[in-house]
């Protein structure tokens, strides 16, 4: 049975793990004590040399990263739906994976952290970073329905987890309706699942 190292709050693991579902793919999960650092132990650094979720184990075959992951996964387990063959599309899929882990990861994904675990680091220039993204998307997204071809893909999956939680970054997504149009249609697929949501930011406002 394949492995993920996870953790409910990481939207890293999340897109990982969206991916296995969409492929149908049966799969255990196994939440890495994150807080006790169970991941700088030398038994998952073995596993990772970075110290991170997520990680994928496919029967011994041990892959670190969500692009990664994701790039493994739809290469070994899709028929070129989710993961496009032809080169053009697959390149496309890999320039919105590569966001995932630029201005997504230290735009929206890092004023999130920010709030979860009160790091003290100034919010507003990772906001501005997650909103001048969000302008980019919300721009594309208001003549087509998902970021690469006529379909859902990998590129529309890594996207969403740190998007779908701008909020708990302290950016509201209600500029945006193009996006939240988006965000519905992968949340409509049978084999969505969300990512906890976390009463902080905005989440935290609205909840007080
Ligand atoms: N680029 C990596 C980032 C992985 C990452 O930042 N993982 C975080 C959780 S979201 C983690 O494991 N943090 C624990 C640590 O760094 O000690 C990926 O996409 O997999």
């Given at each position: 049975m394949i492995k993920l190292y996870t953790h409910p709050l990481s939207g890293n693991a999340h897109r990982a793990e969206l991916t296995l579902r969409a492929l149908n793919v049966p799969h255990d999960l196994i939440v890495v004590d994150l807080a006790g650092k169970a991941q700088k132990q030398p038994d998952f650094l073995a596993l990772n040399p970075f110290g991170q979720v997520p990680v994928l184990d496919d029967n011994g075959t041990v892959i670190w990263d969500s692009v990664a992951i994701m790039t493994y996964l739809g290469l070994t387990?899709?028929?070129?739906?989710?993961?496009?063959?032809?080169p053009a599309l697959f390149a496309q899929v890999t320039a919105w994976l590569a966001k995932t882990a630029g201005p997504i990861a230290y735009g929206l994904g890092a004023a999130r952290r920010a709030n979860i675990f009160r790091t003290g680091q100034d919010l507003e220039p990772l906001i501005r970073t997650g909103r001048e993204f969000l302008d980019t998307i919300e721009n594309l997204l208001s003549t087509r329905d998902w970021l690469v071809g006529s379909h859902l893909t990998l590129a529309d999956i890594g996207c969403y987890a740190y998007i779908a939680a701008a909020p708990e970054g302290g950016v509201d997504l209600a500029p945006y309706p193009h996006v939240t149009a988006w965000l519905n249609r992968i949340e409509a697929q049978a084999w969505f699942t969300p990512l906890a949501p976390v009463a902080v930011g905005l989440r935290a406002a609205v909840s007080a």
């Amino acid at each position: 049975m394949i492995k993920l190292y996870t953790h409910p709050l990481s939207g890293n693991a999340h897109r990982a793990e969206l991916t296995l579902r969409a492929l149908n793919v049966p799969h255990d999960l196994i939440v890495v004590d994150l807080a006790g650092k169970a991941q700088k132990q030398p038994d998952f650094l073995a596993l990772n040399p970075f110290g991170q979720v997520p990680v994928l184990d496919d029967n011994g075959t041990v892959i670190w990263d969500s692009v990664a992951i994701m790039t493994y996964l739809g290469l070994t387990y899709d028929d070129g739906a989710l993961l496009p063959r032809d080169p053009a599309l697959f390149a496309q899929v890999t320039a919105w994976l590569a966001k995932t882990a630029g201005p997504i990861a230290y735009g929206l994904g890092a004023a999130r952290r920010a709030n979860i675990f009160r790091t003290g680091q100034d919010l507003e220039p990772l906001i501005r970073t997650g909103r001048e993204f969000l302008d980019t998307i919300e721009n594309l997204l208001s003549t087509r329905d998902w970021l690469v071809g006529s379909h859902l893909t990998l590129a529309d999956i890594g996207c969403y987890a740190y998007i779908a939680a701008a909020p708990e970054g302290g950016v509201d997504l209600a500029p945006y309706p193009h996006v939240t149009a988006w965000l519905n249609r992968i949340e409509a697929q049978a084999w969505f699942t969300p990512l906890a949501p976390v009463a902080v930011g905005l989440r935290a406002a609205v909840s007080a």
